[in-house]
């Protein structure tokens, strides 16, 4: 079993970075390809980006490529979102996934989420 806890989320301007984190429990971290969701209110949660189990493939949802980048430190079992030009519509509890596939369609974990406010 695996325990994902995100941790950097916060309120930020519009143009501004952040970078979230999500720490994973337990010696398997290794099989599980990883990925970030957002749900944002009123809407249905989406998929953002995913990266594989050695980190060396990453993937992208089209409004975020060239702005976001995930990565992954098997070593310290931490997955990461860097988050650069934000814009208000990237508002939205960010979700930590992890699935025994790839590309992550359908996560076997999930963390509790992390909030990101982006202000205009």
């Known amino acids: 079993q695996v325990q994902l806890v995100e941790s950097g989320g916060g309120l930020v301007q519009a143009g501004g970075s952040l970078r979230l984190s999500c720490a994973a429990s337990g010696r398997t971290f290794r099989r599980y390809a990883m990925g970030w969701f957002r749900q944002a209110p009123g809407k249905e949660r989406e998929f953002v980006a995913g990266?594989?189990?050695?980190?060396?493939?990453?993937y992208y949802v089209d409004f975020v490529k060239g702005r976001f980048t995930i990565s992954r430190d098997n070593a310290e079992n931490m997955v990461y979102l860097q988050m650069n030009s934000l814009k208000p519509e990237d508002t939205a509890v960010y979700y930590c996934?992890?699935?025994?596939?790839?590309?992550?369609?359908?996560?076997?974990?999930w963390g509790q989420g992390t909030q990101v406010t982006v202000s205009s």
């Open positions: 990266v594989s189990w050695s980190g060396g493939g990453t």
């Open positions: 996934a992890a699935d025994l596939d790839y590309p992550v369609r359908s996560p076997d974990y």
